[in-house]
């Protein structure tokens, strides 16, 4: 039995032993062989029991006992049929394209996973770029994987890196809660590109898709996808009820007294927060408020009034009779709008009509964007973790990390 047998066993690297070890006060230095003596090709995986040439090589691995770890072995040349010119061999343990084991770079990339990359790159020793290449690596391979996915339900979003400037589009697949397409732009080509890449056999199986009111969006799945039924996002929809209610809450307090935009200061909140989620003390408050101004008790009734026709989704109806007195509530909604003489409400009126079959659509599908409003938060959390991401591949790519 060798010397080295107890610490080869211990190190663990498959079809490898250590046949030296060096231990210094704050690293480990392992020289390890090939416990057979074949070389394997790197391009088509063809053994040889010839070498061409070779060369030491050393990499680093897991720590242990509170140390940084070196592995130093030999790199090979290869004579191939499948290459006219020499080639590496494989190194089964060392991660491909980089000075480091393959067990290392997983270790990397689960931690890079929930921690900035700084931190990963500083408890392990290394570089901040070596160990954001060794992430970035690993995102690759598995986003390829992603892009296989054949969808049947599926919402697209926005989302702005910086606002006013850039976009990015991202499509998920409802039924697996999972993003299967992230493009650098929010114009219908965006969307148009994903579709064609699919194909006509896995685009004819989308039958649902979730959008904001955002027309090129709505172009391509009209172009790509006419079997589609497309409903409009119930948080976009209310969004523009919101701001119908602030644009009335902004004008009465400009045409107020200084006592009148005393009373209005802070209101916001109160406006535009669903009526169901305010403490008693805030309705209190909302009641006294709306009691004093006229314009803002009629915005604030009408936005109230328009969620209600959403709780539709929870009564004991089926799909098309739900879809019908949806419909009826709107065109009574409509003419209540009409009567407030709301300068705001009538523009989100013309919109919404226009937009009728798709926001009413939610009341046979019961889909929301909600997936994707969740992943804005985690694309926040994503880019203050990293302080910020320079390199823009690599951000898409976490963003398809963190959407599984």
């Not at 921690?115 to 770029?129: F, I, N, Q």
């Not at 006592?259 to 169901?276: D, I, Q």
Request: include cysteine.
């Amino acid at each position: 039995m060798s010397e080295y047998t107890l610490i080869t066993q211990m190190v663990d690297l498959p079809g490898y032993q250590v046949v030296k070890a060096v231990v210094k006060s704050e690293s480990i230095d392992l020289w390890v062989e090939p416990e057979e003596r074949f070389y394997t090709c790197g391009y088509c995986g063809q053994r040889h029991f010839a070498l061409h040439s070779k060369w030491e090589v050393t990499i680093r691995d897991l720590p242990a006992f509170g140390k940084k770890v070196y592995l130093h072995l030999s790199q090979w040349r290869v004579e191939c049929s499948c290459r006219q010119k020499p080639v590496k061999a494989e190194l089964g343990i060392v991660a491909e394209g980089h000075r480091v084991s393959k067990r290392l770079a997983r270790q990397v990339h689960q931690d890079c996973r929930h921690t900035a990359v700084k931190h990963v790159a500083e408890y392990y020793g290394l570089g901040w770029e070596q160990v954001k290449r060794i992430d970035k690596d690993e995102l690759e391979r598995q986003v390829e994987r992603f892009k296989e996915v054949s969808p049947t339900k599926i919402a697209i979003d926005e989302y702005a890196l910086s606002r006013g400037h850039k976009y990015l589009t991202i499509i998920t697949e409802l039924e697996l809660r999972q993003v299967i397409e992230v493009a650098k732009t929010r114009q219908s080509s965006a969307v148009s590109e994903y579709l064609r890449r699919l194909g006509k056999r896995k685009r004819a199986r989308i039958r649902d898709a979730v959008i904001d009111m955002w027309s090129p969006y709505e172009k391509a799945l009209r172009r790509y996808c006419p079997q589609a039924r497309i409903t409009y996002d119930r948080f976009h929809v209310v969004r523009e009820l919101n701001r119908a209610v602030d644009e009335v809450r902004r004008e009465e307090q400009q045409r107020h007294s200084k006592e009148g935009k005393r009373l209005l200061k802070g209101s916001r909140f109160l406006l535009l927060k669903g009526e169901e989620r305010l403490s008693p003390a805030s309705r209190a408050q909302l009641s006294e408020l709306l009691s004093l101004n006229e314009n803002l008790f009629k915005a604030y009734l009408l936005k109230e009034e328009f969620r209600q026709l959403y709780r539709l989704r929870d009564e004991n109806l089926s799909d098309e009779q739900r879809y019908r007195e949806g419909f009826r509530r709107f065109i009574r909604w409509a003419e209540k709008v009409k009567e407030s003489g709301l300068e705001s409400f009538r523009r989100v009126l013309k919109t919404f009509t226009r937009r009728l079959w798709g926001i009413l659509n939610f009341l046979r599908t019961g889909l929301t964007n909600g997936l994707s409003e969740g992943l804005n938060n985690a694309i926040a959390t994503l880019k203050k973790m990293a302080y910020g991401y320079r390199d823009e591949e690599y951000f898409i790519l976490k963003i398809y990390q963190r959407a599984r």
